[in-house]
């Protein structure tokens, strides 16, 4: 939504997807956000978990004339598409939202010259004013001297759950 608001000229719209229920799911939300806002959602191209070849997806969506490209995949999925991306010229073309993006360790696998003209969504903000992420930002940052990325600080979530469950519970 805010990247719809912020390019309200943009009214093409690509997306890649994986093939699996979580991608779907994305496709699902975004075509519901493309319709409420008025977007024309110009194509899709479905994809296997761990796919390397995203050539023809990037040729059909510069070929769509797609303002954005949004691609829902993930990781190293994620990193061959982009650098495939910008081989193809697509990145002078449309511009590109990773929906879903580990966050740093993305971009520094990718580099710079690979991020220009790409929107990455972040699942995890480092400045949210909650107690247990300003613990986990600092313990990580005395140890690490640096902060946490999206894969750390999910996996840390998910124990501190799974303890408080446990505690919770009393078993």
């Known amino acids: 939504k805010p990247l719809i608001k912020k390019f309200p ?4 719209w690509y997306t890649i997807t994986p093939d699996y229920v979580f991608g779907h799911s994305l496709l699902d939300n975004a075509k519901a956000v493309f319709e ?23 040729t059909k969506a510069m070929a769509a004339k797609a303002d954005f490209v949004v691609f829902f995949n993930f990781g ?12 193809f010229g697509l990145t002078q073309k449309a511009k590109i939202l990773v929906a879903w993006s580990s966050g740093l360790r993305d971009l520094e696998e990718i580099g710079p010259d690979f991020c220009e003209r790409v929107y990455f ?10 107690p247990v992420t300003q613990k986990l930002n600092k313990v990580w940052m005395e140890k690490y001297n640096r902060f946490p990325s999206y894969p750390e600080a999910s996996q840390y979530m998910i124990v501190k759950l799974l303890i408080m469950g446990m505690e919770k519970s009393g078993s």
């Open 76 to 87: 190293k999925d994620t990193i061959n598409a982009l650098k495939q991306a910008n081989n």
């Open 121 to 130: 969504g972040c699942q995890f903000w480092h400045d949210v004013d909650a």
């Open 36 to 58: 409420e806002f008025g977007v024309e959602h110009v194509g899709n191209d479905m994809h296997p978990i761990g796919h390397t070849e995203f050539s023809s997806f990037i």
């Open 9 to 12: 000229e943009a009214k093409r």
